[in-house]
């Protein structure tokens, strides 16, 4: 009897503990709740309204007064980045240093770079076409740009000396609200032509004119206003024929990769908005 009755009071302690650990948990689930979403917790005060002190005139300088501002000001970039803007660009980059084709894993090549070493000077003119108005999740938020380019690439290392290419690309704008500095990314192809110096016997060189090419690249742009702003960044770029010239003549392809810098200016007029411009 004895033993049962001892049986019977740890079972009771032992119910007692599990309702007392129950209680903690839920008062811990509802601080938690309260903190992270104070809303629920501010909505629970007093049914009778609060009546403000009367103000005191010789306080003034204690009283910490409202902004007269919005706490959420406009946002300026809506009048930078908006559907069917067109801007015209120029961009120009020293690309320097030899890399191994990014995607030789799809291809099978050997990933390494020849002993002919290039460096390519590229200058771009494109018109820019933004496609949409800045949308997104806050850390994807922006929109998107298609450039249509004619490309000059001057070539100071290299078999070859010049190259003459139309490309075409896409590219992402990154905007957070109300920052001047904007990062993006983009991606280019095109077809081109080159003075190939592979038909000519120089070995490592490329093995025909027509060509193809493809340029990756980021950085940041700065808006200094709705008409003009400034970029700068690094860029891949890619050239070969894409295997045309074989088996007559190798196709070794040139990869490169350096800085670019340009600017962008607005064609045409401003976006009618009825957002005040705050800067």
Not at 182 to 201: F, K, L, S, V
Not at 212 to 227: D, E, F, K, Q, V
Request: charged share 15%; with cysteine.
């Amino acid at each position: 009897m004895r033993q049962s009755r001892l049986n019977f009071a740890d079972g009771r302690t032992s119910m007692q503990d599990r309702w007392r650990c129950i209680s903690f948990l839920g008062v811990l689930v509802i601080q938690i709740a309260m903190a992270f979403f104070p809303a629920c917790a501010i909505g629970q005060g007093p049914s009778t309204p609060v009546v403000p002190d009367a103000p005191n005139a010789n306080a003034t300088s204690f009283v910490r007064r409202a902004p007269d501002v919005s706490p959420r000001r406009p946002d300026f970039n809506q009048d930078i980045f908006y559907r069917n803007k067109l801007e015209l660009s120029v961009e120009g980059g020293y690309l320097p240093a030899n890399i191994p084709f990014v995607f030789n894993f799809m291809t099978g090549d050997t990933y390494t770079t020849w002993p002919l070493k290039y460096t390519l000077v590229p200058t771009t003119l494109s018109l820019r076409w933004h496609i949409d108005n800045i949308s997104g999740p806050p850390i994807l938020r922006g929109n998107d740009d298609f450039s249509f380019g004619l490309a000059y690439t001057a070539i100071p290392r290299g078999a070859e000396t010049q190259y003459v290419a139309f490309d075409y690309g896409i590219r992402h704008n990154f905007v957070p609200r109300r920052w001047r500095l904007t990062p993006y990314y983009e991606m280019r192809g095109g077809i081109g032509n080159i003075d190939a110096q592979g038909p000519h016997g120089v070995r490592y060189a490329q093995g025909q004119d027509l060509t193809i090419t493809l340029r990756m690249g980021s950085g940041a742009r700065y808006n200094l206003n709705p008409w003009l702003s400034f970029a700068g960044g690094a860029t891949y770029m890619h050239v070969s024929n894409c295997y045309l010239s074989e088996p007559k003549y190798v196709n070794y392809g040139i990869n490169v990769w350096g800085p670019v810098f340009g600017f962008s200016a607005r064609l045409g007029s401003a976006r009618r908005s009825s957002v005040p411009q705050s800067h």
